[in-house]
């Protein structure tokens, strides 16, 4: 074996102890169920994390990165997309529907369950503008930066309403954008997001695409004026590129897909939309009707944006879940970890390659990590056959046209009561007696404007694993 290689391999197998010795167990021996999961992550094996540091009880404010955010900036979030929604519907004709409103159907699909309860979808594939979740979070943060530049530069007034907002596409709020950059790392729905926001808006837009991002997304992108710079390397890595060059430019502001609050509280904003289309349903949350929602997590930011909303609006009642690749389960090893130490999918022998493009990621967002600690109930990761014949049995039992990453979520009502470790967390939660009047809300994340032959071929790849 080539030297370097060997001393790479021994590096990472002392990153590996320290990654282990940091889980928070009582004199840094592993329990039994920890060295069982430890083992099955180690061989890219699906498994189920849940958290013993999840609260019921909350705080109005939670602690992140130094700061705290509370309901307060959830419901900003939201206000803030309100103020901008008739400029929306004028710059993105396929929003004039909804009078500018970015938010996805809640849809039935009883056909999709086998076990107890009701399955529901969340359909955040239909998200208009950017196909997916991050229509959401990255919309809201180019929105906020233009809002910041508007009012200093006295283009609106504080006391602003969402018709004094269509100001921003006026001649001279277009010139003020357009000397500023909107830049951003990602494996490809993100740079959509951002990349398709910020040149609606009149910003030059600078998107720095990972290994991983699909050459559709690229030319979709370019198509409308968006500077792609591609990298060889993951995710980490164009993040990396993106934050240094942007560093360089104080007319620049780099999305931080790994630390922005902005991006979080984008997200949250979906739990508000969400309580009603639950109310509208007749789905109640209660100690008799538990919510299980089911989260694709990438580096973690839209799921534990969207958990810190839930938790917030609908109370200890509702359990949120992470769904990662077994090759990428970074969200599930920092949460093991805990704070201080900053674990990475590659220190444990796994490769962070899955064809769920949108969840590549090697190393989790820390402030996501931090703010999930008392709220999120736990992670558990799917092999990529999976994420194909779920696809597929969507598209037969619903007709709803979902990417890979976006079908992470549905093996979470069978992982929690068909596994070792679930059943019994299932009946020392108190929630064992109530499955049968449960709720499971799958949130599928991304998919509307992926190419027909693209999606045909993740149907072929299903059925012929089914
Ligand atoms: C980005 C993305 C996610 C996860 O979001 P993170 O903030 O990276 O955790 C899930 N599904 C899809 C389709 C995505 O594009």
Redo the contacts with the bound molecule.
Sequence with gaps: MNRHLALIQQASKAINLKAIMAMPSENHTLSATDAALATLLRRAEPCLWLNPRRQAVLPRAQPVAGSSIGLDDTRAAAARFARFAPLLARLFPELQATAGVIESPLLPASGLHVGQGRLWLKA??LLPVAG???AR?GMHEVLEFAERLALRHGLIGAQAGPDDYLALASPAARALFARHTVAVG?????GLSIGVAASALGFSAVVHMSLEAKEWKKERLRQRGVQVVEHAGDYEAAVAAGRAQAAQDPFSHFVD?ERSLS?LLG?SAAALHLQGQLRDAGIAVDAEHPLFVY???????????ITFGLRQVLGPHVHCF?AEPVQSPC?MLQMMAGQGAHPSVYDWGLSNQTE????A?PR??LP?AELMESLLSGCFTVHDDTLFRQLVQVLDATGER??P??A?GFGGPAMLTGSDSGRPWLAEQGLQQHLARATHLV?????LFVPPDEYERFVQRGRALS
């Design positions: 955040d594939h997916s979740i991050k979070g990602s494996t490809g729905n993100l897909d991006l997200y989260l694709p997590c990438g580096v973690g930011g839209a799921p534990a944006g992470f969200f769920a493009d949108g969840l990621v989790a967002s996501a979902i990417e990453s976006a992470a949130w599928t994340t991304g998919g």
